[in-house]
């Protein structure tokens, strides 16, 4: 009798362990075998939306403009997006591995904004023209470079290859946001190339579909931000029996 007391608790560790490698399990199958969370409403209504956008745009171009000149609406939607994203990804994201995250997003927020197109003299335009003549400095540049492409090879790299065999909502986001970001310059290099072809009307069009393809990526980026890597079944498991064990815990 007193054995088998004695073997209780070593069975109970036992199947503990045991619920908890098959809850892994299962918690990776599904994971595997997610379609990238694009099964949800949001997911759906949102990309309807930025598609409705676009052919409003292409379809009004002139209207358009007002919105997307320099320093307009959708140049500062995208700074801002940017910009939130790098702090988000400070915060989120703490470690010198993982500090291009932020770093990168607030260096495009910085380039999104030109200090042309504020007044001269104003606050804004002493703040762009400083981080300006900052990020002209070749020893800046440098220690930048360094910060970004190495930690792009030593964490970006795997775990954007994990995020893809598990199929992370916020890959697919990224990769959205970037396709919208390829495409907007592909529309300024054909702008380019053609500028003495092109019609007011058109030259319009393609300007306007540009920016808001780049305000498309800035908000991309900050979703993928936000979104981050989900929360695993097997830690939520692990967290409800800390609790058990810890009432005060609670």
Known sequence: MNSKIQRKPHEQRHLIMSYENESAGQTFYSASSR???T??????????????????????????????????????????????????????????TRLYIGVVCLLLAERELEAEVYAQGSLPFQLLDGLDTVLDITMVRIALAVIVFGSLIWHGIPNGWRAFKQRAP???????????????QLLEEV?????????????????????????????????????????????????????RRDPDAR
């Open 35 to 37: 379609p990238f969370g």
């Open 39 to 96: 099964d949800r409403p949001v997911f759906r209504l949102a990309l309807v939306a930025m598609v409705a956008l676009l052919c409003a745009i292409a379809i009004w171009p002139v209207q358009a403009m007002a919105f997307n000149q320099e320093g307009g609406p959708f140049e500062t939607i995208s700074a801002a997006a940017l910009f939130a994203a790098g702090l988000a990804a400070l915060v989120r994201f703490p470690g010198i």
């Open 170 to 184: 916020f890959l697919l986001v990224f990769v959205l946001a970037g396709s919208a970001a390829v495409v907007a």
């Open 191 to 243: 702008s380019g190339l053609f500028a003495a072809t092109l019609s007011a009307v058109m030259e319009a069009r393609l300007f306007a579909l540009e920016e808001t393809l780049e305000m498309y990526f800035s908000i991309g980026i900050l979703a993928a931000v936000l979104i981050g890597w989900p929360r695993s079944s097997s830690e939520e498991i692990q967290n409800d029996q800390q609790t």
